[in-house]
């Protein structure tokens, strides 16, 4: 990869942290706007606490270069359940932003899926063998 590529890579995946740092702390500390939505949507308070761990925790993953991928899968899954929550409620005008998310992180997801295999790679090597995991 291309060290423009790279930076950009690194750019989007802190814009995408800090916007899921920012959606998932207002969650976890049960924020009443979140609350009310929540209840709209007839989702269980304790749904709440869950998405905000998630997000914040698969935020954090998304730094880590090793985790970047499981991190975006994370986002990716919430991001559709936010789409076919809103679509759901009748909210349509509401699903480009986490359609934009998801598409994002699918695309940190892509970049990063080498660096999940790599210490697999790694092993292979100092066992001898000459097989190759493949992303």
């Given at each position: ?8 890579l ?6 995408l ?5 920012g959606a ?5 500390t049960g924020?009443?706007e ?5 209840a709209?949507y ?5 749904f ?10 698969a ?14 899968f994370?986002?990716v ?6 789409v ?5 409620a ?10 934009v998310?998801?598409?994002l992180?699918?695309v ?8 999940v295999?790599a ?17």
């Amino acid at each position: 990869m291309s060290k423009g590529k790279k930076i950009g890579l690194w750019v989007l995946t802190v814009l995408l942290a800090v916007a899921f740092l920012g959606a998932g702390a207002p969650k976890l500390t049960g924020s009443a706007e979140f609350t009310q939505n929540f209840a709209r949507y007839g989702l269980p308070l304790w749904f709440l606490y869950v998405t905000g761990a998630i997000e914040v925790g698969a935020a954090l993953l998304l730094l880590v270069p090793r985790t970047a991928t499981l991190g975006a899968f994370l986002l990716v899954c919430t991001m559709v359940g936010a789409v076919l929550t809103h679509l759901k409620a009748g909210e349509a005008s509401h699903v480009v932003a986490p359609l934009v998310l998801l598409v994002l992180a699918v695309v940190v997801g892509v970049a990063r899926r080498h660096e999940v295999v790599a210490p697999f790679n790694r092993l292979f090597a100092r066992g001898g063998s000459h097989q190759e995991v493949r992303a």
